[in-house]
Every structure is written in structure tokens, then in C-alpha cells.
Nanobody, 120 residues
Framework: VQLQASGGGLVQAGGSLRLSCAVS????????MGWYRQAPGKERELVAT???????NYADSVKGQFTISRDNAKNTVYLQMNSLKPEDTAVYYC???????????????WGQGTEVTVSS
């Protein structure tokens, strides 16, 4: 199973970016998907998660600013980031809970990270 994240970049404060993360490989089912971020010198933190039935959860710091969504047909999760602030600067990682066969347990897989830099 591989997760390929994309969409990061350099943006001015107040701008928007849309991150994508596509899951590929041997997949029976994908349960929860999510985005996390790690700013320089800080620990990795949860940004948002989405369940297989589209229930969402957000960190307080991004509520009303970021929107997580998924396309199950494409095995892809998205993160729409609006009104970006310098404090949103971080490497953003996607995670997916994947079952590779009906009789196998679910495992968490991580993408390689995509860098978001917000200039003031």
C-alpha cells in the first residue's frame, strides 16, 4: 500500500491550497483517512480525519478554515485549506487505515508528506 500526497507549496497569507492523497496498492477497504502536520521543531499533530461514512473531525485550530473530504472511487482524501496563516506552515502527512484483505486486520499507512509554506 502506498500513499502519494501532493498539492503543497508556497502561498501568501490569506491564500488557499488543496492537498490530495491517493492510496494505491493491494486494497480491500479503506476506513478512516486523515491529515496530520508537523511544523519545524514541533511534534506531529492531527489536522482532520474523515471516516468511511464521511464523518469528520477537526483540530480546533483549523475548524472553519480547512475542509477534509474523500472520493472513495478514487481512494483519495483531500484537504482544502483556506485563509492560510503563517502558523499553518508545516509538512502535511496523510494517513489511511487500510485492510488489504477481508481476513486481514486494518493497518495504518502514511504518505511521504507535502510541504506547505505560508508567507506573511
Amino acid at each position: 500500500v502506498q500513499l502519494q500526497a501532493s498539492g503543497g507549496g508556497l502561498v501568501q497569507a490569506g491564500g488557499s491550497l488543496r492537498l490530495s492523497c491517493a492510496v494505491s496498492g493491494s486494497i480491500f477497504s479503506i476506513n478512516d483517512m486523515g491529515w496530520y502536520r508537523q511544523a519545524p521543531g514541533k511534534e506531529r499533530e492531527l489536522v482532520a480525519t474523515i471516516t468511511s461514512d464521511d464523518s469528520t473531525n477537526y483540530a480546533d485550530s483549523v475548524k472553519g478554515q480547512f475542509t477534509i473530504s474523500r472520493d472513495n472511487a478514487k481512494n483519495t482524501v483531500y484537504l482544502q485549506m483556506n485563509s492560510l496563516k503563517p502558523e499553518d506552515t508545516a509538512v502535511y502527512y496523510c494517513k489511511a487505515e487500510v485492510r488489504i484483505a477481508r481476513w486481514r486486520p486494518k493497518n495504518n499507512y502514511w504518505g511521504q508528506g507535502t510541504e506547505v509554506t505560508v508567507s506573511s
